[in-house]
């Protein structure tokens, strides 16, 4: 939940947030090319792309509400009375999945960065046949078997 400016190492913290959820107050600026340093080289590419990584890099200019959402920067814009309801909707809907697999989706996702499609179809298929083996049907899939049967 951001609202108000993600400057220099908030920027660098805010980027490294799985979901950001912001309101027309959110501002982002990378601005350690301003003051001789170096960051984000490794997140924002992901991100935002790396034409747009590097303009916001090389430049140190502050990125707005609409425009941070309309890049990746923020996965939600809403109005800043809607900031925490939508927050919290966002987590129950994340909180409401089997734990295991959103952590393990994450980690995937992290490792995956670096490699090509290959690399990565070889890390799932290795992820999902030998660590997470799956659920059975009637813990995948409760609310479906509750309402139709088995």
Request: charge should be positive; proline fraction near 3%; hydrophobic fraction near 45%.
């Given at each position: 939940?951001?609202?108000?400016?993600?400057?220099?190492?908030?920027?660098?913290?805010?980027?490294?947030?799985?979901?950001?959820?912001?309101?027309?107050?959110?501002?982002?600026?990378?601005?350690?090319?301003a003051?001789?340093?170096?960051?984000?080289?490794?997140?924002?590419?992901?991100?935002?792309?790396?034409?747009?990584?590097?303009?916001?890099?090389?430049?140190?200019?502050?990125?707005?509400?609409?425009?941070?959402?309309?890049?990746?920067l923020?996965?939600?814009?809403v109005?800043?009375?809607?900031?925490?309801?939508?927050?919290?909707?966002?987590?129950?809907?994340?909180?409401?999945n089997?734990?295991?697999?959103?952590?393990?989706?994450?980690?995937?996702?992290?490792?995956?960065?670096?490699?090509?499609?290959?690399?990565?179809?070889?890390?799932?298929?290795?992820?999902?046949?030998?660590?997470?083996?799956?659920?059975?049907?009637?813990?995948?899939?409760?609310?479906?078997?509750?309402?139709?049967?088995?």
């Amino acid at each position: 939940m951001m609202n108000g400016l993600a400057y220099g190492g908030g920027a660098v913290l805010a980027s490294c947030l799985d979901i950001r959820v912001g309101c027309e107050n959110t501002k982002f600026r990378f601005l350690a090319a301003a003051y001789g340093r170096i960051n984000c080289t490794w997140t924002l590419p992901n991100q935002v792309g790396w034409p747009k990584a590097k303009e916001l890099l090389f430049t140190a200019r502050v990125v707005e509400a609409e425009e941070a959402f309309q890049i990746g920067l923020l996965n939600h814009l809403v109005p800043a009375n809607q900031l925490r309801a939508k927050t919290m909707e966002v987590a129950q809907l994340i909180a409401s999945n089997h734990r295991s697999s959103v952590q393990a989706i994450k980690g995937l996702l992290l490792q995956d960065m670096t490699k090509d499609l290959d690399g990565q179809f070889v890390n799932e298929k290795d992820y999902t046949t030998n660590v997470v083996k799956g659920f059975g049907v009637e813990e995948a899939f409760p609310e479906f078997l509750a309402r139709k049967g088995r």
